[in-house]
């Protein structure tokens, strides 16, 4: 069974602060997915990153990072110098062999100007 | 727009009634999956197709439910005589099926159902 544990319930922080979106997961499969999504208030997900288990090479893309440890089954999301646009609710989730994306239950960002 | 629609955006109804939704994928892609989203939670799968055939069911999906794509483009998803756990946001989200056998899924912006 695949499962994926986002343990900050809601984050708020003040514009330009940096913050680090926790994600852990659990999984048996060999050869899976990490992805993120971001879920605005308009409520469409929009998709941020994607990552497979042999890559742990972390990605930087802009202000956003990640960072993927394998040997701690962690797969951490960074937001530098936030903005009032980052606020949000971010999900973290893990595909194995069967396509299906297991979500965790999310983070809510709230960036205070 | 080039996206991952749905029809209707939103839906009320009364218990016991049947509702269907459409999903329409982004028009190259080939596998089309749906989702449940309730208050406060992530996703949760309930089925996917690849082209027309539908190869998991989640379940979730229990038998009030129905998918189909009849061919291999829109997707509709059935409720049958809803319940007020039905509630939810209804997901569509589509992929390209190709080399990366995890590609990412591009999502819709939901069907809101409230049951009365």
């Known amino acids: 069974a695949q499962k994926v544990t986002q343990a900050q319930t809601e984050i708020s922080v003040v514009e330009k602060e940096d913050v680090t979106l926790d994600c852990v997961y659990e999984t048996r499969d060999t050869t899976y997915y990490l992805f993120w999504y971001k879920q605005p208030p308009s409520g469409e997900l929009v998709f941020l990153i994607r990552r497979n288990s042999f890559d742990e090479q972390n990605e930087i893309s802009g202000r956003y990072s990640w960072n993927f440890q394998k040997s701690t089954s962690s797969f951490n999301f960074t937001i530098t110098a936030s903005q009032v646009v980052d606020s949000a609710v971010y999900f973290c989730a893990l595909s194995g062999p069967s396509y299906q994306l297991t979500f965790g239950k999310g983070t809510k960002l709230s960036v205070i100007p | 727009d080039t996206g991952v629609s749905q029809d209707p955006r939103h839906k009320i109804t009364k218990r016991g009634q049947n509702v269907t939704f459409r999903c329409d994928p982004i028009s190259e892609h080939n596998r089309l999956y749906w989702y449940r989203q309730t208050l406060g939670q992530g996703p949760e799968f309930l089925t996917y197709f690849q082209n027309e055939a539908q190869l998991e069911k989640s379940r979730l999906l229990s038998d009030r439910f129905s998918a189909e794509r009849p061919k291999g483009s829109f997707s509709t998803l059935e409720i049958q005589h809803t319940e007020q756990g039905d509630s939810a946001m209804y997901l569509c989200?589509?992929?390209?099926?190709?080399?990366?056998?995890?590609?990412?899924?591009?999502f819709g912006p939901g069907t809101r159902l409230t049951v009365l």
């Open positions: 989200a589509s992929s390209l099926a190709g080399l990366a056998a995890y590609n990412e899924q591009f």
